[in-house]
């Protein structure tokens, strides 16, 4: 299987100069790239693909000589990452590729080989950068493939190594109606169990968002271009990258408990980019960051030989009585709790969705993925 290790990287100042010019050089590559397959679309109709781009790089290196002092491989790289961006483009529909810019906050270029790892001093050697000061937290077993450096907004360099652990994918646990629980997400609280569980949503953002509106202001009143003017924006990333990774690390141990305690996690599928255009709550809802955690869910499940179910989003698990299936169409928004008028049962707004995400998910006609 493969997974990636992160790790701080501690460079000089020559080493952060030769960071900077290899950003710099993947970026004007990648717009390089771009431009010209946007060109012969245009003008001959036909896809240019990234090994006829990388044929074309020494020409560009003879007409660019500061080229030369980068990485090859890193170059190289970057018409790899248009490339995917074009095939997440027609398979995904995510969104044309655009023109990359040195003023973008995160910062990165790739290395696939050549590089070298040493736990013993904590460094990394890496293509024409040399050793560079890393902090090497915790070791990993198995082949290093491609290396990524990374720039964050705060200034802080990481690089993320993707390594093949030489194990095979665990296979699917069973699981039933006992060892499967539903979930309902919500922004009240972030999380509802069928077992009645409620998990309180955080709300990181809110707890910060005086302190962010106070920071940008200041921001909005330096000089464009002044010393002052950085600062204030460096203080501003910092406190979006606290409330990151505040966010991160409470999802990261609630998704490891679920995978762990469960054999199935039945998730209801939402249309978050829809809901986010509801102005009144798109700040709560960015808040929450329900995609973030189900990613995190799936390939930890994965990992774990557990099962992800996931239900269409217009299954009615709010409106239906768990218990006798009678469809209640005057429930509202407002309505937290209710009475089903034909057995009587008393719910709970949340309880009883997460009850029916599993009932919906352990019947297979509802599925729409595991």
Same mark, same amino acid.
């Given at each position: ?63 660019? &000589? ?7 491989? =890193?170059?190289?790289?970057?018409? @790899? ?6 095939? !997440? ?16 906050? &995160?910062?990165?270029?790739? &290395? ?47 690089? =993320?190594?993707? &390594? +093949? +652990? ?22 009240? +609280?972030?999380?509802?169990? =069928? ?5 309180? $949503? ?16 200041? @921001? ?46 039945? @998730? ?20 929450? =960051? ?32 768990? $218990?006798?299936?009678?469809?209640? !169409? ?27 995400? !599993? ?12």
């Amino acid at each position: 299987m493969l997974k990636a290790c992160r790790y701080r990287m501690y460079p000089n100042k020559e080493q952060k100069k030769l960071f900077f010019q290899h950003f710099g050089a993947c970026r004007f590559v990648y717009n390089w790239a771009l431009e010209n397959k946007i060109r012969a679309y245009e003008s001959e109709n036909k896809p240019v693909s990234r090994f006829t781009l990388n044929k074309m790089l020494p020409d560009l290196k003879s007409e660019h &000589v500061w080229l030369k002092n980068i990485n090859s491989q =890193s170059l190289q790289g970057a018409t @790899l990452n248009l490339e995917n961006a074009f095939t !997440r483009f027609f398979r995904e529909k995510n969104g044309f590729p655009t023109f990359k810019s040195r003023k973008h906050p &995160v910062q990165s270029f790739s &290395v696939p080989q050549g590089y070298a790892v040493n736990f013993e001093t904590h460094k990394i050697r890496l293509p024409k950068i040399g050793w560079v000061k890393t902090k090497l937290h915790r070791g990993y077993e198995g082949v290093g493939k491609t290396t990524t450096v990374s720039l964050t907004p705060t200034g802080q360099f990481y690089i =993320s190594i993707l &390594v +093949d +652990d030489g194990l095979e994918q665990p296979e699917a646990q069973q699981f039933d109606e006992n060892t499967t629980i539903g979930i309902d997400v919500g922004i009240k +609280d972030f999380a509802v169990l =069928s077992n009645g569980e409620k998990i309180d $949503n955080p709300r990181h953002l809110k707890a910060y968002l005086l302190r962010m509106k106070v920071l940008q202001r200041r @921001l909005s009143r330096k000089q464009k271009g002044s010393n002052n003017r950085n600062k204030a924006k460096k203080a501003v990333a910092k406190l979006h990258e606290k409330i990151h990774n505040q966010r991160n690390d409470f999802q990261h141990k609630l998704s490891f408990r679920l995978v762990c305690e469960n054999q199935a996690i039945a @998730l209801e599928t939402l249309n978050v980019a829809g809901m986010l255009k509801n102005h009144k709550l798109a700040q709560h809802i960015a808040d929450a =960051s329900w995609s973030s955690f189900v990613t995190q869910l799936k390939y930890k499940a994965q990992r774990q030989g557990k099962t992800i179910l996931r239900i269409g989003q217009f299954e009615p698990s709010t409106r239906i009585c768990s $218990n006798c299936g009678y469809y209640n !169409r005057g429930l509202t928004l407002a309505d937290r709790d209710w009475v089903c008028p034909d057995c009587g049962s008393t719910h709970d707004r949340d309880i009883n969705a997460a009850i029916n995400i !599993r009932k919906f998910a352990l019947d297979k006609q509802n599925l729409i993925g595991i």
